[in-house]
């Protein structure tokens, strides 16, 4: 019925979620070379996943299964869950030149008080806030305030590229991303350019699996 930039917006008669699960396909890697599967619908999609809305998983989670969770938690490790529904603009590339004449889509990001609350008591106690994907990243950066959280639930434009000043997250776990979207900006960001294209180097030439299921690396910040 309308237009916004690139997407369509359409109104239905059902519900919209019979709908996409009538006609809606996974958007999986193409070089997996197939189309979805039935098992994709469990594949594609975190064990702690809770909230529909999203259009594609926050794929970093992927690599978690339960198991793996209880043990860290075994280990000591706190977790703490935010909501961020991935948009469609997530898939677009940088159009222009100039990095920063670039806006970025918006997504709805849910930063509970529980959440909030055990982050803020980790960063106080000395502990190092690791975000898995940039999901989480963009969710946490964009309710921080002066290095802490603050309750967020709303729309978030937030577009994190070189330049940016970290305020809560001390480590990221990510798959490799798109060439020239918003995402590799992100980590460029984080850990620094160089280093960056030298992981993605490394990656190239060991045949390491790129996009939503993909491999992952652990990410440290860039220090002057």
Known sequence: ESRRGELFELRFASPVMSVLEACGEMPLPPYLGRRAEAADIERYQTVYARDPGAIAAPTAGLHF??????????????????????????FQSLRKENIDENRLHSERVIVSEVAMTQINRARDAGGRIIAVGTTAVRSLECAAHDGHLREFSGETDLFIRPGYQFQCVDAVITNFHLPQSSLLMLVAAFAGKERILSAYAHAVRNAYRFFSYGDSMFLTPERD
């Open 65 to 90: 299964d339960k198991q793996m969770l209880d043990e860290t938690r075994a280990k000591g490790v706190k977790h703490a869950y935010v909501t961020l529904h991935v948009g469609a603009g997530t």
